[in-house]
């Protein structure tokens, strides 16, 4: 069991301040924003002994997103993701993510392209990348593919060497058949809990202070990577683990994952 924790869940920390948290959490790795880094980020993850786990672009999807800022043509937003794959390459994840964004259908050829581009870009510089599909219900601000069946029917279709992200707080009401399905092509796993009832489009709450069932999921995945802990929030938001200072996070979001894949390993 290997544990790490995605950069976005201590969101207003630095770079070197996520270092210094998870380590101290007793976190194997850390999932790495392209948007936290600073000249001596390399130096430090180095140093840091962590492993490296998931990481995003600061431009993480094909198409515009609604809720994030960046450049509307899509053709730039490859070339940033492009950019941002030579970016975080050196940090040797197993994985670079990317949404497709979200679209109507005319813009299929555009989002097939810019896969194409993405996965070019990643087996140039040896680093997998692996589409993400998001939950249904909040489809419509980010992606056009919502389950590992169509993010893979779309991959396959782009022809491209591309594999699979799996986030449970996406993917918890899905099929457990497509997990079984998809597994030889899921490159990282993100891990959070569903909020009962949830708020706005992405609020999210630690393993096992939710409605998933993680049982079930941990044991379809069998999983052997990083499990990598993916906190998303709002600040102002009452109970919001944003507002949590960012160490004591860090430590708790440690001790439920550890909490959660040991109840399933046992």
Not at 30 to 39: A, F, H, N, T, Y
Not at 181 to 203: C, F, M, Q, Y
Not at 212 to 238: H, K, T
Not at 245 to 266: H, K, M, Q, Y
Request: proline share 8%; hydrophobic share 40%; net charge negative.
């Amino acid at each position: 069991m290997r544990l790490s924790i995605s950069q976005i869940t201590t969101m207003t920390q630095s770079f070197a301040d996520d270092l210094d948290a998870y380590r101290e959490a007793g976190a194997d790795g850390v999932g790495i924003w392209e948007m936290k880094l600073e000249d001596d980020s390399r130096e430090r993850f180095r140093a840091s002994g962590l492993e490296a786990a998931t990481a995003v672009p600061a431009v993480p999807s094909i198409l515009p997103l609604p809720l994030l800022k960046g450049p509307v043509d899509p053709a730039e937003r490859v070339e940033a993701m492009r950019a941002g794959i030579r970016r975080l390459a050196p940090f040797e994840p197993p994985c670079i993510l990317f949404l497709t964004g979200p679209g109507p259908g005319h813009e299929r050829e555009t989002i097939l392209e810019g896969i194409r581009a993405i996965a070019d870009e990643g087996r140039a510089q040896g680093v997998p990348v692996a589409l993400e599909p998001i939950q249904r219900e909040f489809a419509g601000f980010w992606t056009i593919v919502s389950s590992l069946d169509e993010a893979a029917a779309l991959v396959d279709e782009a022809d491209a060497d591309c594999g699979l992200q799996y986030d449970s707080w996406h993917l918890w009401r899905e099929p457990l058949e497509q997990v079984e399905r998809h597994r030889s092509r899921i490159r990282g796993v993100h891990l959070a809990d569903w909020r009962e009832p949830t708020r706005k489009t992405n609020d999210r709450v630690l393993p096992g202070d939710g409605a998933i069932d993680f049982g079930p999921i941990l044991d379809a995945l069998r999983w052997e990577g990083l499990y990598d802990l993916e906190i998303f929030s709002d600040p102002e938001l009452p109970g919001s683990l944003w507002a949590a200072d960012p160490r004591e996070l860090a430590a708790r979001g440690i001790e439920s994952l550890r909490r959660t894949v040991s109840s399933v390993s046992a």
